[in-house]
């Protein structure tokens, strides 16, 4: 993950103190003054970082991470380097979560960005944009030549948006990253916190999320449609991926270049789709799944597997096409 401007970090903090927090009673020996600098991804971790593994569905990613600490579960250490240090606990997502408030107290949920000012007032800014009126803009904010912001959008602090970019009326923009040439119509939410909270009996708790939206070149987004900010990785939409109204994106999803997606599909977390997929309106895409290049999702689906590259699936659970077809035509006998 790029460097993280949208969220203050804490720390380092010694190895020992991370250890109390989240829950780990094995064999310590490693150093005291062992110092940890961050948690990331698996994959974006490196060798003063802490990361997490929780599936072996990851476990070609794990095998070559180069953090210098997991927290996992005993059965998944077998899925780590022999160098990377095995922090084996009961629940990993809730000790991540701990974890993750020690670097990152005020990232689970979504404060107010008290640095916000009218575009009116801070239009010397930006000579070569037009806004609307009631527009909000807050700090260290980019803007590209020739965009334009619809009227009551709020642009929050740190946010960067590409040239000849069109933002709609009632958009809010956060922790994010526009390219240009980026279409967002009346009324989206980009780049708000995810649905990650850790279940308690007694009380629900909500985990940080510290990473960003990033909309790539040509992208649209529709009306009223919704795309969460990563948890630890980011959010990508791909090179000229369109986007309908009332989708929602959620934490961690990675959408390639060149797919369409229609109106009401709804997408868990940390989900993968390839180039040039095509999926109907209302499917709904389980998280944690891969979905390949050229696939096409019929209207109304629920896929709950992985789908290779150029498959046609439909139905609920969705299955190859010719077979939903077949099967109907039965039924209809």
């Known amino acids: 993950m790029s460097k993280n401007h949208f969220f203050e970090k804490k720390g380092p903090f010694p190895l020992k103190e991370l250890i109390k927090v989240i829950g780990y009673t094995g064999k310590k020996t490693y150093e005291n003054d062992f110092k940890i600098f961050g948690i990331e991804s698996l994959k974006n971790a490196d060798k003063n970082d802490m990361t997490f593994l929780n599936s ?15 927290i996992t579960l005993p059965n998944f250490s077998k899925f780590l380097p022999e160098k990377c240090i095995k922090l084996d606990v009961k629940n ?21 960005d008290e640095n916000l000012s009218y575009s009116d007032d801070v239009k010397k800014l930006y000579p070569d944009v037009k806004f609307g009126k009631n527009v909000l803009i807050g ?16 642009i929050e602090s740190n946010v960067c948006i590409g040239e000849n970019c069109i933002i709609g009326s009632f958009v809010m923009i956060r922790n994010s990253l526009i390219s240009k040439n980026v279409y967002i119509q009346d009324g989206s939410k980009i ?67 060149n797919c369409m997606i229609a109106g009401q599909v709804g997408f868990a977390g940390s989900c993968t789709l390839g180039d040039n997929v095509i999926i109907g309106g209302q499917a709904g895409i389980s998280g944690h ?8 999702i019929g209207g109304g689906s629920g896929v709950i597997n992985d789908i290779y590259d150029n498959q046609q699936v439909m139905g609920y659970p969705a299955v190859p096409l010719k077979n939903f077809v077949r099967q109907r035509k039965k039924n209809e006998k």
Do not use: W
């Open 92 to 112: 990993v997502l809730f000790s991540v979560t701990q974890a993750l408030k020690m670097f990152y107290p005020d990232a689970d949920v979504d404060v107010l």
């Open 191 to 257: 780049g708000v916190k995810g649905f990650g909270f850790i279940p308690n009996k007694n009380k629900n708790i909500r985990t940080p999320h510290i990473g960003k939206v990033i909309l790539e070149e040509g992208v649209e987004i529709g009306a009223n449609s919704t795309i969460d900010r990563g948890s630890l990785a980011d959010t990508v939409i791909g090179k000229n991926t369109f986007i309908d109204n009332q989708v929602h994106i959620a934490h961690n999803v990675q959408i390639g270049k």
């Open 139 to 154: 700090e260290n904010v980019l803007i590209g030549k020739h965009s334009r912001i619809a009227s009551n959008s709020i």
């Open 289 to 296: 799944l891969k979905i390949g290049n050229n696939v096409k």
């Open 56 to 70: 072996s569905k990851y476990q070609e990613i794990s095998l070559k991470t180069k953090a210098a600490a997991c």
